[in-house]
């Protein structure tokens, strides 16, 4: 038997286009007759618009139209996770601003001319009256008595506040009876999604089939389709949307923003197609940015180091409107897995989502989970430490046992399956933990300091059962479908609804099916991002492209083998339950030399000049797979940093990473997620983090300010694995998308401050930069030189 | 990206440059273009004429006679691969390597670098410590200005509106121990500081030294107390840290403060890469 696929680390198949820049981009296309559109953005945090004069613009040559709130017929762009019980409040998104901007970059007006230069030359001129507003960039203080209120029917800014509790009196009981409290303020500074492609839309107008056609860069094609046809007030069968090769998202593409629509709606209007593509600086402000929570969380724990309960309250900015996803990232994603990998008992999370006047936020990688994990492992490090307990020691002894079939956490949720201190141990076992904690007391004899952190992370992705997205006030589903069509000559074209941007379907989802029917790779298409030619499906995030549209893959290629099978058997004359398959062959059981290979099979059906009775011609199969349960993958990341005494520099000097998503279609790509997800968790730790003033400006508004980490920063990964498939998924699959970025920065937070024990830190605000390292450090030395700058000092 | 409109001469000359020059106003000279450019993209500047001289090859180059004389469209990496740069002024060699990313060194020029004045760039430090001599050459002729007096402020010269560099004059250093040292910002791989020194060693103790600091002021500066407590010293912990101390305090009431780096850690930081560059120059 050859080297079965399933499992082969071969090459992405992607990536010969995207090095050698034969890849297409959104931007990179043109259109005969096309027009480019520009936005004026709002330079005020929070004004009053009294007046906006165009006459400039408009008179300008090569301009063809300049259009303000008050032109448009377009409508607001909508919340799409309505999260319950909450009070939600969903105050409209204009997509242009009509009497007030709410945050640096709310589109104003739209300059539409004959290229982009002109565009962007003539918004320059449009000149508007603000009367400037207060502004408000902190969301806690958002909420506060006197705060600047972004909308009048939203009192204290509090768009919801949402509780999931395991039952309010036992958590509380857990607290009073606890031998051990520990308390922190965390504050999830807000990140850039930073995807390499910034976002673009090209719109065109068909007047004469009243067809829109968009392409834009979107990780979920169907849900623009959706959306933007209830934007656009058009039928949406007449709506395609096309994703072309989309440079990463990160989460920075789920939603839908204003400025698509008004392509498409301009382009309605024109008669001719509108492209619009943003700048970087356009795409750090008003794209969406992640995290930005501050949280008041705190644990609870007997002296022999049994967690008993775990609490927060979470002040969630949302910016200054909801984005599509936006309420549910705090809420669902994030308040539900308070509990992690641990067998704590008693836990609540009261999310408070607090409108400011900043950019929206919505899903970055990660998406609510990351801010989950970094708590958790945040109280435990320092539950440790007040026990004077190994935080290992304190994690191992709260694991939840191995399970493989379904454990219930006391916040409702039913983690698939989990096997995590096996995890642990090989993680330990590769970090050389024991023999660590050695160096480092050696090392600051000698003034070198040394830090550990570890991190057992489990985490909830493949979204997910569509009655739960319901329950949770998605307005959505989340199931995928697929289409595979055999070709007379047995290529194979597998359309999903799912829009991979950079995760390597194309290649991973060939293999799966490659390993179902014997077709080679090579002979396979994954057709993705096109609603025109693609079936229904919810989109690529949250980890679920594997687990959700890989279960439909799979699902349907088996449809096909059957039907090939059948097929075989009319043509060996023999009966169905006779017929044996290996390797892309059918025959008799007990005569593998007389076969007839899927090939061969399929161009029978095709040709359907001999069909058994009842079967219709051609090989294709269709299905729909929405997921019975979430899957919950997991794993333990350890890094070692050394700090330099005399700058504050932090470097990363060793990362083991041992995560299990289930069995791996291809470990290379595999370990191509996990490295880029610890990079990104790393982001946060040590380098990344928006900085607004106080009035509402950006002030890391560019590359040259917002620092995202590069590759001289970081060791050589360690990477391993275990393998605990998933009970419910056909061929046992979790999502690993995401892991790295959840599991990476609690880890690397954690080995700083260990590292720092010596002058006593107990926690400090992210990013860990150089200077605030050092600036903890002068602190303790007895130099301090009176700023805080994120720096608190432990007990 | 989205540039405001310019219209776009290539000078074939530098007397056809210089006369675009003189005859626009609002005309800004394009070399490299990796600190330009991206001014131009941001409509940070909207100058109404762009004049490339990318093409006058004979400022492009390295000559070695005595002194080096650096052409002002000589690229970061040609200097940093330059053997008779490795010899004559080793801190040149290390600085320029340190600029932005491969792609800016292979583009980036050295006379568009000094001529835009960036307060955090590596290559004027370097320039100031080892008392380079700025090449010009306008309408009536040419002029040398002391690297002293070339940098006036925050992206501000002594370069006249009419007027080029066309190359940049640096001893040769090869009597004195050189070094650069960086403290890199993460972000925009610019100097948060960055300190030179070249320091004449006779015997044990130090003849004299001289110290320069980018990154932490509006433009780079020469440090005399630093300068003055390393000479006559072996350069033990003892002077290293007096000439940090200087530094420091000579810094502290103009110094640079940003989001990534408050001014109380830039001072630091000072004293530090001062005492860094010292051992590096010495371990040369």
């Known amino acids: 038997m050859s080297t079965r696929i399933f499992g082969s680390g071969i090459k992405r198949r992607e990536d010969p286009r995207l090095i050698t820049g ?10 005969p007759g096309m027009l480019h559109m520009a936005m004026l953005r709002s330079p005020y945090a929070h004004a009053h618009i009294k007046h906006i004069d165009t006459a400039t613009a408009q008179g300008m040559e090569g301009v063809v139209a300049v259009y303000t709130a008050t032109d448009l017929s377009l409508g607001a762009v909508p919340c799409a996770w309505l999260v319950p019980n909450s009070d939600l409040k969903t105050p409209a998104h204009p997509p242009l601003a009509a009497d007030k901007v709410r945050y640096v970059g709310d589109a104003v007006a739209i300059v539409i001319a004959e290229d982009r230069y002109l565009a962007q030359d003539a918004a320059d001129t449009i000149h508007v009256e603000y009367e400037v507003l207060g502004a408000v960039v902190n969301p806690e203080e958002a909420t506060q008595e006197g705060a600047p209120q972004l909308f009048d029917d939203v009192p204290n800014n509090i768009a919801f506040r949402w509780i999931a509790s395991s039952g309010d009196e036992g958590v509380e009981k857990a607290f009073a009876e606890a031998d051990v ?24 107008w068909n007047s004469g089939t009243g067809e829109m056609t968009i392409w834009c860069t979107s990780q979920n094609p169907h849900i623009h389709r959706f959306i933007l046809s209830g934007m656009l007030g058009l039928a949406e069968h007449k709506v395609r949307v096309i994703a072309p090769e989309v440079g990463g998202g990160f989460g920075s593409k789920i939603p839908v923003y204003a400025d698509e629509a008004l392509a498409a709606w301009a382009s309605m209007k024109l008669n001719r197609p509108v492209k619009w593509a943003e700048t970087r600086s356009e795409n750090y402000l008003v794209t969406i940015h992640g995290r930005d929570h501050i949280e008041h969380v705190e644990m609870a724990a007997t002296s022999d180091g049994t967690i008993t309960a775990i609490r927060g309250t979470v002040y969630a900015g949302m910016g200054a409107y909801l984005s599509t996803a936006g309420p549910g990232i705090p809420t669902i994603l994030h308040g539900l897995m308070y509990c992690g990998p641990y067998t704590i008992p008693h836990a609540r999370c009261e999310s408070i989502g607090v409108f400011t006047t900043t950019t929206p936020t919505d899903a970055y990688r990660g998406a ?12 435990i490090d320092q539950v440790a430490r007040k026990l004077n307990m190994d935080p290992v020691e304190l994690r191992r002894k709260n694991l939840i046992p191995p399970f493989e079939d379904g454990y219930t956490i006391p916040l409702g949720l039913t983690y698939d399956s989990g096997n995590y201190e096996v995890a642990l141990d090989k993680a330990l076992a590769m970090i050389g933990y024991a023999d660590f904690r050695k ?26 059962p569509s009655q739960v997205a319901g329950a949770t006030g998605f307005q959505g589903g989340l199931w995928e479908s697929t289409i595979i069509r055999v070709t007379p000559t047995g290529k194979v074209h597998a359309m999903i609804g799912a829009s991979p941007h950079g995760q390597g379907e194309e290649t991973t989802f060939a293999q799966l099916i490659s390993d179902e029917i014997g077709i080679p790779v090579e002979d396979i298409e994954i057709l993705h991002g096109d609603t025109g030619n693609t079936p229904m499906g919810w989109g690529t995030y949250g980890s679920r492209t594997t687990p959700v549209a890989g279960a439909a893959l799979v699902l349907a290629t088996r449809k096909i083998k059957e039907k090939a099978r059948a097929m075989a058997a009319h043509l060996l004359e023999a009966a169905v339950e006779d017929i044996d398959y290996e390797d892309g062959k059918f025959f008799v059981k007990g005569s593998p030399d007389k076969f007839k290979t899927i090939q061969e099979a399929t161009l029978m059906a095709t040709l359907a000049w001999n069909m058994p009775e009842g079967m ?39 990362y083991v990473a041992v995560d299990d998503c289930g069995p791996q279609i291809n470990p290379v790509i595999v370990a191509g997620q996990i490295h880029g997800g610890i990079v990104q968790g790393v982001g946060q730790a040590l380098f990344e983090g928006v900085v607004y003033d106080e009035h509402g400006q950006l002030l890391t ?37 995401e892991t790295g970025t959840i599991a990476s920065t609690p880890t690397v937070y954690n080995a700083v401050i260990d590292a720092l024990q010596p002058f006593g830190i107990k926690t400090m605000e992210m990013p860990l930069t150089a200077a605030r390292v050092w600036e903890a450090m002068q602190r303790r030395n007895g130099s301090a030189n009176g700023s805080t700058n994120g720096v608190h000092e432990g007990s | 990206m989205r540039p405001g409109k310019f219209a776009y001469h290539r000078a074939e000359t530098i007397d056809a440059a210089l006369e675009l020059l003189t005859n626009n106003e609002d005309a800004k000279v394009l070399a490299g273009g990796h600190s330009l450019i991206p001014a131009l993209n941001l409509r940070l500047a909207q100058p109404e004429m762009l004049i490339d001289i990318g093409r006058l090859e004979n400022l492009r180059g390295i000559q070695a006679n005595g002194s080096l004389m650096i052409g002002a469209l000589t690229t970061h990496a040609q200097i940093e691969t330059s053997a008779a740069v490795q010899q004559y002024c080793r801190a040149l060699s290390a600085a320029v390597s340190k600029v932005g990313d491969p792609m800016v060194r292979n583009r980036g020029t050295i006379g568009g670098n000094i001529a835009h004045a960036d307060p955090a760039s590596d290559p004027p430090t370097v320039l100031l410590a080892c008392d380079s001599i700025i090449h010009l050459q306008g309408p009536d002729g040419t002029r040398t200005v002391p690297v002293q007096d070339f940098f006036l402020d925050l992206f501000t010269t002594d370069v006249q509106p009419n007027e080029l560099v066309t190359g940049i004059e640096v001893p040769n250093m090869s009597d004195h121990k050189t070094a650069y040292a960086k403290l890199t910002h993460p972000a925009s791989h610019y100097a948060v500081v960055g300190v030179c020194v070249a320091v004449k060693m006779d015997g044990d103790t130090c003849d004299h030294a001289h110290v320069a600091i980018g990154g932490a002021l509006p433009k780079a500066m020469r440090s005399p107390g630093a300068e003055a407590a390393l000479a006559g010293t072996t350069l033990d912990d003892a002077a290293l840290n007096a000439a940090a101390e200087a530094l420091m305090d000579e810094i502290r009431a103009e110094v640079m403060g940003d989001v990534y780096a408050p001014e109380a850690y830039r001072t630091a930081m000072a004293g530090v890469y001062l005492k860094r560059a010292i051992r590096q120059a010495l371990a040369s």
């Open chain 1, 368 to 379: 609510g989970r990351p801010e989950a994990v970094f708590l958790m492992e945040r109280l």
């Open chain 1, 181 to 204: 409290v520990v308390k922190d303020r965390i504050v999830q500074q807000r990140l850039l999604p930073t995807a390499m492609e910034p976002r673009a839309a090209l719109a065109q």
């Open chain 1, 439 to 464: 160096e480092q007391a050696e090392a600051r004899k000698q003034g070198r300091y040394l830090g550990i952190g570890v991190t057992t992370y489990c985490e909830i992705c493949g979204l997910g």
């Open chain 1, 701 to 737: 508004g560019s590359m040259m300010d917002y620092a995202v980490p590069r590759a001289e920063a970081f060791p050589e990964f360690e990477l391993d694995h275990t393998v605990t498939p998933s009970p419910h998924h056909p061929v046992g699959l979790k999502g690993v998308g």
């Open chain 1, 616 to 654: 219709d011609p051609g090989m294709e199969a269709s299905q729909f797979y929405d997921p019975p349960n979430f899957v919950y993958p997991f794993g333990t990341h350890i890094a070692i940093v050394e700090i330099e005494a005399d700058t504050g520099i932090v470097h990363l000097k060793r």
């Open chain 1, 22 to 31: 034969g890849a297409k981009y959104t931007d990179d296309m043109a259109l």
